[in-house]
């Protein structure tokens, strides 16, 4: 059993800065690819930025150039660096874990990420 537990979201002003952090139990960690996801009210969940176990990174436009995944293996941690928020980015952050070969798919219980003057 893996779980993941998120931090750093709260409430920051239009074109502020905040970095969430995910960590992971278990020794998957490394060989699993990571997401962040996120999920505004009334709205469908949706991914924010995917980083593989080799490293590479995918980002929708919604925050490419903006948001910046990366992860430290050692510490068993997946980061999303997110720059100039918008009220937009409003949601409920989200960690993902996905092993797909074992089909294995974990999620984390969300933080609150909230852009308002």
């Known amino acids: 059993q893996v779980q993941l537990v998120e931090s750093g979201g709260g409430l920051v002003q239009p074109g502020g800065s905040l970095r969430l952090s995910c960590a992971a139990s278990g020794s998957i960690f490394r060989i699993a690819a990571m997401g962040w996801y996120r999920q505004a009210p009334g709205k469908q969940r949706e991914v924010v930025a995917i980083i593989t176990s080799d490293g590479s990174t995918d980002y929708p436009d919604s925050v490419k150039g903006r948001f910046t995944i990366f992860r430290d293996n050692a510490k068993n941690t997946v980061y999303l660096q997110m720059n100039s928020l918008n009220p937009d980015d409003t949601a409920v952050y989200y960690c993902?874990?996905?092993?797909?070969?074992?089909?294995?798919?974990?999620w984390g219980q969300g933080t609150q990420v909230t852009v308002s003057s």
């Open positions: 993902n874990l996905d092993l797909g070969t074992y089909r294995l798919n974990y």
